[in-house]
């Protein structure tokens, strides 16, 4: 993409979005996406408040704005890593993890997009042909989390032809499925 593209989509996403992501951490991970080596970007601010979650700290409205600059900013320190960025949350604002996802994918396709939203569905406002993979789902502790084949969370892939496919299963040893 040219530079002059690049800046007129960083542009019109300032524009026509005002609420501002922020994301406290970020990590290259290897299990979140099956098959992915993925930049894992923890966002602040969930409204969703599962009992039990492990990231309580990310219920507060704390951390770094989240915007086109700091994808470019990861991309250009972790490019060479990773196949795969992922938003671990943003369900306070669904709009601005959608033009996220677009902005990647249009300025840099190499890399899919992941979403793992505590919803139990996606926002019609979102385009979900912008993310390859979408989890959903809140974590609610006795059915456990997603490597749990009691799990109410699930993740799916986006197949060729624009739909998705459910694969929870990836995250499921055999040993788990006989028990």
Not at 29 to 56: K, M, W, Y
Request: proline share 5%.
């Amino acid at each position: 993409m040219s530079n002059e593209r690049r800046l007129i989509t960083h542009c019109s996403l300032l524009i026509t979005h005002n609420t501002m992501l922020k994301y406290v951490n970020t990590g290259i991970v290897f299990q979140e996406i099956p098959d992915e080596v993925t930049l894992a970007i923890n966002i602040s601010n969930c409204p969703c408040h599962c009992p039990g979650c492990h990231s309580r700290y990310l219920w507060d409205d704390i951390g770094m704005p989240l915007n086109t600059d700091a994808i470019d900013a990861f991309i250009e320190r972790y490019g060479s890593d990773i196949t795969c960025l992922a938003f671990m949350g943003g369900d306070a604002d669904p709009v601005g993890v959608n033009q996220l996802a677009q902005y990647i994918h249009e300025t840099h396709p190499e890399f899919k997009v992941a979403w793992y939203s505590g919803r139990l569905r996606i926002s019609s406002v979102v385009n979900k042909a912008d993310f390859d993979y979408i989890k959903i789902g809140p974590y609610i502790s006795h059915l456990g989390p997603l490597k749990s084949p009691t799990t109410n969370q699930r993740l799916y892939r986006r197949l060729t032809d624009g739909s998705f496919e459910d694969i929870t299963y990836r995250f499921w040893r055999q040993r788990d499925l006989a028990s």
